[in-house]
């Protein structure tokens, strides 16, 4: 049976690399929204991973000190999330047409449910 903190150091782990990629990500699309081409939707990519990019690191943190159910689901919810709703404003701009339909609708989706599921994990906190 593996040590209790091996599962949290991890999860620890891939949060930090999420928020590692999505802040690096979020930067690189900034610099591009504002240096290569004018097109508000690699803006508003870059925020949404921007904004984002700090959430990873909270869930590292808060899976150090607490235990709760849903947690592991908000990264996965998270990442599906961003990388569908950002990946169709990167296809609109650099080859002009749609990821997919409702591809971005459906990575929002993905996100508030991120969202709903962290709220959620507040039914029940255990300790570590």
Do not use: K, N
């Not at 081409?37 to 899976?63: C, N, R």
């Amino acid at each position: 049976m593996p040590h209790p903190s091996a599962h949290s150091s991890g999860f620890l782990r891939i949060c930090l690399v999420l928020s590692g990629l999505t802040g690096a990500l979020g930067v690189a699309s900034l610099a591009l929204s504002a240096h290569a081409t004018a097109s508000p939707l690699l803006a508003t990519a870059a925020q949404m991973l921007l904004f984002h990019a700090p959430v990873f690191l909270g869930l590292g943190a808060v899976s150090q000190t607490r235990r709760l159910p849903l947690l592991p689901a908000v990264p996965i919810l998270l990442s599906l999330g961003l990388i569908l709703f950002c990946s169709d404003l990167y296809s609109r701009v650099v080859l002009e047409h749609r990821l997919f339909a409702m591809a971005a609708p459906t990575g929002g989706m993905l996100v508030i449910s991120s969202w709903m599921a962290l709220a959620l994990s507040a039914v029940r906190i255990l300790p570590r």
